[in-house]
C-alpha cells in the first residue's frame, strides 16, 4: 500500500547478514529516515528512489528469520507486511546459505504479495566453491530471481526494475508441499471457510493467533482459531509432534529440495583471503589480531581525532570565541555569558565529539561489513561462557562500543531473560563511542595514549569480574546455540560512509541542540550563582573524596544526557578546551573513569526500563553509581600517594 507521495512500495525482507542493508544503501542514498515502528522500539529504514518516472518508497524491513513470533523483529516485519501491504517485496537471499534463507522465502510467496528474489553475495558463494543457476531457480519459484552483488552494485537496477514491472504478478509460483494430512486439513476448513486464503488456514493449523487476528475480522478470526484448533490436535496426534515443527519440517525439506536441484560445488578458492580467514579465526593467532585490531582502532581514533580536535578548536577560539568575548565585553552579564557559553557548547561539540565518534565509526563499520565483528564472537566466545553467557552475546557487547542503545535492543537475540539481564549490565559498562570520546579527548590527548588504553583494560577487567559474578549467581535458564559466520568480504567504501554519516547524523540532530540549549542554560545559572550553590553543596564528594575540582560535579550531571556532553560540558565550565591549563592528570584520569562507568545515559536508561523493567534499571543505573566513584576515589587515593 502506498501513500500519496510515491507510486508505489517496495519492501526489503531477508535473513540477518544477507546484505540487505548494503542494498538498501546503495540503492537509496543517504536521504533515508530511521524511525521505530509504532508501539515498539524496532528500528525501520525508510528511503526514496526514482526508478523511470515512478517514485517509489523503500523500506527496510528488520532482518528475520522466518515469519514466526519468536523475536520482536519478526513480529514487528510481519506486521509490516500483513497490515501496511507493499505493492512489492523484495527478498534479499544470502547465496552462501541459499538452503537456510529459502525458508523465509516460501513463507513470503505463500502471502500473495508479488515478489523479486535477489540472489545477493554470488561473489562470496564463487569463493566458497557453491555455483548457483540463477534462472533454473527463478522457474522453480515462479518468481524473478536476479544475481547481486550489493556491496558493488551489481544486479541493484535490475531488481529494481523487476519490481516496478506491470506485469509481475503473485500467480504461477511455487507451492509447498505440505503434509497430507495438513493438506487435507486446509481442504476441510475451505468448506467453513471458503473466502479465507490457504495462507491464513495454514497459519490457523500452527495457532498463530497474531498473523489470523491481522488478516480477518474479529468473529471471523476466533471461528477460524477454535476450528483450526480441533484439527491441529488431531494431525498432532497423528504425528506425535507439534504441527508447527511439522510444517517447518515439510519447509526445510522443500528448501532442500530446491537448493539442491539448483545449486553445484565447483573447485573451492583457496586464496589469500581464505587463508586469512583461517588465522582469523584460530585460537591464538585470532585472538593476537583482534587484541591487535582494537588497539590499532584506538590508536587511529585517537592519533586522527586529536588531530582534528586540535586544529578545529584553534580556528573556533582565534576566529570565532575570541572575537565574541571582546564584543560583548560590556554587555549584560546574563547575555554575555548566555552567548559565550553556548559558542562553546558547539565548539565542543564539533571539535570534541565529531572527529572521534566519526573515525570510530567507520572503523566498526569496516568491522561490521567485512564481516570481522562475527569472527571476534566466535574468538571470545569461550570467555563469555565464563560469564554465563554464549558467543552470540558478543555480537550485542562489542555493538556497544558504538552505543549502548542499539547493543541492549541486539540482546533480544539471546534465549532467555537471564542471559539478556546479565548482557545487559555489561553492555551498561562497555566504553560506547561517546565514551570514548572522553577517554581519547581527554586522557589520551592531555595525558598519554598508554593512559588511555589503561581505562580500557580497567573496564574489560570490571566488566568480566562483573559477568563471572552474575554468571554463577544470577538464577535463570541456560541455553546453547549455534552461530553462523559468513564469508569475509571487502567492505564497499560508498557504504562506509553512508553508514557512517547517518550514525553522525543522529548524534548531530540529538546531541547538539541538546548541547546548545544546556550550555546556554549553564551559563545563565552561573551568571546567577547557581552553580556555585550546586557545586557547594556536593563538593564534600567532588572535591573531598574524587579530588576532582568543583565544577566538575556539574560536568558529571550533564553526562547523564549524553555521555561525551560531560566532556563538552566540562569544557565550557572550564572556559577552555585546553585540559592542561585547568586539571591534573590526575584529575583528567578520574573524571574520565568515573564519566565512563557512573549511571548510563537517558537513551540506555530509557532502553533499559523498555527492555527489562523499571526494577532491573534502577538496579543497574545504582550499582554503576556506586561503581564508578568506589573506584573513582580508589585511583585518586592511589594516585595521591605515589
Not at 544503501?25 to 528511503?47: A, C, D, H, I
Not at 591487535?292 to 582565534?318: D, K, P, Q, S
Not at 541538546?514 to 550563582?529: K, R
Not at 533499559?608 to 545504582?622: A, F, N, Q, R, Y
Request: proline share 4%.
Amino acid at each position: 500500500m502506498h501513500d500519496g507521495d510515491h507510486d508505489m512500495t517496495i519492501a526489503f525482507v531477508g535473513n540477518p547478514s544477507v546484505g540487505k542493508s548494503a542494498f538498501f544503501s546503495r540503492v537509496t542514498g543517504v536521504g533515508v529516515m530511521v524511525s521505530n515502528y509504532p508501539g515498539t522500539t524496532v528500528e525501520m529504514t525508510r528511503g526514496t528512489v526514482k526508478v523511470g518516472r515512478k517514485k517509489i518508497d523503500i523500506v527496510d524491513l528488520p532482518g528475520i528469520y522466518s515469519l514466526g513470533t519468536s523475536t520482536e523483529d519478526e513480529r514487528v516485519s510481519k506486521e509490516y507486511l500483513l497490515r501496511e501491504y507493499p505493492d512489492v517485496i523484495v527478498n534479499v537471499v544470502d547465496a552462501t546459505r541459499l538452503e537456510r534463507n529459502l525458508y523465509l522465502t516460501l513463507q513470503i510467496l505463500e502471502l500473495g504479495v508479488p515478489v523479486v528474489i535477489a540472489l545477493n553475495q554470488l561473489d562470496a558463494a564463487r569463493e566458497m566453491g557453491i555455483d548457483i543457476d540463477a534462472p533454473k531457480l527463478s522457474q522453480i519459484l515462479g518468481v524473478p530471481v536476479v544475481p547481486t552483488v550489493a556491496t558493488k552494485g551489481i544486479g541493484l537496477d535490475e531488481v529494481l526494475k523487476e519490481a516496478v514491472d506491470p506485469s509481475l504478478s503473485p500467480e504461477g509460483r511455487i507451492r509447498v508441499h505440505y503434509d497430507n494430512h495438513i493438506t487435507e486439513a486446509i481442504n476441510d476448513l475451505g468448506v467453513d471457510f471458503p473466502d479465507t486464503a490457504s495462507v491464513i488456514k495454514l497459519r490457523a493449523l500452527e495457532n498463530d493467533a497474531d498473523f489470523v487476528r491481522m488478516c480477518c475480522r474479529p468473529h471471523e478470526a476466533d471461528l477460524l482459531l477454535s476450528k483450526a484448533s480441533e484439527m491441529a490436535s488431531g494431525i498432532e496426534d497423528v504425528h506425535d509432534m507439534a504441527i508447527s515443527d511439522t510444517m517447518a519440517r515439510d519447509l526445510y525439506g522443500e528448501a532442500g529440495q530446491i537448493a539442491d536441484s539448483v545449486l553445484s560445488i565447483v573447485e573451492k578458492d583457496t586464496s589469500l583471503k581464505h587463508r586469512i580467514d583461517d588465522m582469523l579465526t584460530s585460537e591464538y593467532v585470532g585472538v593476537v589480531g583482534l587484541a591487535a585490531a582494537l588497539l590499532l582502532t584506538f590508536l587511529l581514533v585517537f592519533r586522527v581525532g586529536g588531530f582534528l580536535e586540535e586544529g578545529i578548536v584553534h580556528l573556533f577560539e582565534t576566529y570565532l570565541i575570541a572575537p565574541v568575548e571582546a564584543e560583548l565585553a560590556t554587555s549584560n552579564p546574563i547575555v554575555r555569558n548566555v552567548i559565550i557559553y553556548s559558542l562553546l557548547g558547539i565548539e565542543a561539540g564539533f571539535a570534541i565529539a565529531i572527529p572521534y565518534i566519526g573515525i570510530f565509526y567507520i572503523i566498526l563499520s569496516i568491522f561490521e561489513d567485512s564481516g570481522y565483528l562475527t569472527r571476534a564472537a566466535f574468538l571470545l566466545d569461550n570467555l563469555t561462557h565464563r560469564m554465563g553467557l554464549h558467543g552470540r552475546a558478543v555480537i550485542p557487547l562489542v555493538l556497544g562500543l558504538g552505543c549502548n542503545v542499539p547493543a541492549i535492543m541486539a540482546t533480544r537475540a539471546l534465549n532467555t531473560l537471564r542471559e539478556r539481564r546479565i548482557a545487559s549490565v555489561l553492555i551498561s559498562l562497555i566504553p560506547c563511542s561517546a565514551r570514548t570520546v572522553i577517554i581519547l579527548g581527554l586522557v589520551g590527548t592531555f595525558v598519554g595514549y598508554w593512559a588511555a588504553v589503561s581505562i580500557y583494560v580497567l573496564e574489560i577487567f570490571i566488566i568480566f569480574i562483573t559477568g563471572w559474578i552474575l554468571g554463577r549467581g544470577l538464577p535463570g535458564e541456560r541455553t546453547g546455540f549455534i552461530m553462523e559466520m559468513g564469508p569475509l568480504r571487502h567492505p564497499d567504501v560508498v557504504s562506509t560512509l553512508k553508514k557512517t554519516w547517518l550514525r553522525i547524523r543522529e548524534f548531530i540532530y540529538i546531541a547538539f541542540p541538546l548541547l546548545i540549549v544546556g550550555s546556554a542554560l549553564l551559563g545563565g545559572l552561573d551568571t546567577l550563582g547557581i552553580l556555585d550553590i550546586f557545586e557547594n553543596a556536593v563538593s564534600p564528594i567532588s572535591v573531598g573524596i574524587l579530588g576532582l575540582p568543583a565544577f566538575a560535579a556539574t560536568a558529571l550531571v550533564f553526562g547523564i544526557l549524553r555521555k561525551e556532553m560531560a566532556l563538552e560540558i566540562l569544557a565550557v565550565l572550564a572556559g577552555t578546551a585546553n585540559f592542561a591549563m585547568v586539571l591534573t592528570p590526575l584529575q583528567m584520569y578520574v573524571f574520565a573513569v568515573i564519566t565512563t562507568i557512573y549511571i548510563p545515559c537517558v537513551a540506555t536508561i530509557a532502553i533499559l526500563k523498555h527492555e527489562l523493567g523499571t526494577k532491573d534499571t534502577v538496579m543497574i543505573s545504582t550499582f554503576t553509581i556506586l561503581l564508578a566513584f568506589t573506584v573513582g576515589a580508589l585511583i585518586y587515593q592511589i594516585g595521591m600517594h605515589l
